[in-house]
């Protein structure tokens, strides 16, 4: 039985309990809630950038100047 070198495996609730106790000791529990947010802030940015970038293509600059 061989496997995939890149094949991990997935995440059930055991395995992400105890990586959240390996960041609750390496972080405290003071803060947790400033990660958090930085994690959410910094996602919420990528998603924005993601739906910007697909604004500025050539032909909707073009169409703006003919508007112009």
């Known amino acids: 039985m061989s ?3 890149l094949l991990i495996g997935t995440l ?3 395995e992400m309990l ?4 390996i960041v609750f000791l390496i972080f ?3 803060k947790l809630p400033q990660l958090g ?3 959410g ?3 919420k940015n990528f ?3 993601i739906k910007g970038a697909g604004d500025d293509t ?3 600059k073009d169409n703006e100047e003919s508007k112009v």
């Open 3 to 5: 496997l995939h070198p």
């Open 58 to 60: 050539p032909e909707d």
């Open 18 to 21: 105890i990586i959240l106790a």
């Open 28 to 30: 405290g529990a003071n």
């Open 37 to 39: 947010s930085g994690l």
């Open 12 to 14: 059930g609730l055991p």
């Open 41 to 43: 802030e910094g996602i």
């Open 47 to 49: 998603k924005k950038s």
